[in-house]
């Protein structure tokens, strides 16, 4: 995983840059708050404000080391320019990708150490998790709805570090998906997320700061896929506080 400014300072949602590069439709900034996706997280999106106007920001392309951010016009902007996150979008997905971490850990602990085969975070506030479950029964997984809204009520904390991959791969539990282990940042580090009491695997996603900042969670659905894979639907219920 990339290194992102995000990562370090996940509570900047906005801030002045400057346009390191640019073509009709697309910037690269030399720095940038947004959180580009990846591992079944949406994007973020947002504002760029320069001298010359104003344009959203729709998406991001990854080429040679750099980050390119698409706009929503085939402008070219310049100099220094003000960008800010969609906070509302940004928020649904950590609170979302913060259930699913803990969904995983309940799985992960209570099958024997389950593996993850896929993720998809979607924009109604609900998300698919695909597990590694031969012969498991649905019911057993569907009595977690429980334990995932009790992980939310005890609020716990949520932290960060960074290690070497080498050092990842030897401690068990740390690389949960199946098919895919974090490409690691420039320095060959991966970064680990912390659910304190509960849970520690790489992940370079956004989370909230702790659990209990999430609304209940709930299991909606569960869908054989295959013979080995279950596929869970959970989705958010109610609105923020
Ligand atoms: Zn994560």
Redesign the pocket.
């Known amino acids: 995983m990339s290194r992102y400014f995000c990562h370090d300072h996940p509570d900047v949602l906005a801030l002045e840059t400057r346009v390191l590069d640019a073509r009709p439709g697309a910037v690269v900034l030399e720095q940038s708050p947004f959180h580009p996706g990846g ?1 079944g997280q949406l994007p973020d999106r947002g504002r760029l404000t320069w001298h010359a106007g104003e344009t959203r920001v729709v998406g991001f392309d990854a080429a040679d080391g750099r980050v390119w951010h698409r706009l929503a016009d085939a402008v070219e902007p310049s100099g220094v320019v003000r960008v800010s996150v969609d906070a509302d979008v940004r928020a649904a997905q950590s609170e979302l ?1 913060t259930g699913a ?1 803990v969904l995983n850990a309940l799985v992960y602990r209570t099958f024997d150490g389950a593996l993850i085969t896929g993720a998809q975070l979607n924009d109604d506030l609900t998300a698919r998790i695909d597990f590694d479950l031969p012969g498991v029964d649905n019911d057993r997984l569907r009595a977690l709805d429980a334990e995932l809204n009790d992980v939310i009520r005890q609020d716990l904390p949520v932290r960060y570090a960074w290690m070497p991959l080498e050092a990842a791969r030897a401690e068990p539990g740390l690389l949960r998906s199946r098919s895919v282990a974090p490409p690691p940042a420039a320095d060959g580090s991966v970064r680990i ?1 912390e659910i304190v009491g509960l849970d520690r695997q790489a ?1 370079g ?1 956004t ?1 909230l700061a702790s659990t209990g900042q999430s609304r209940p969670l709930r299991i909606l659905k569960i869908d054989n896929k295959g013979r080995h894979n279950r596929r869970v639907r959970i989705g958010l219920v109610g609105t923020r506080q």
Do not use: E, K, S
Request: charged content about 0%.
């Open positions: 591992g990708h971490h997320v992940c996603g989370h």
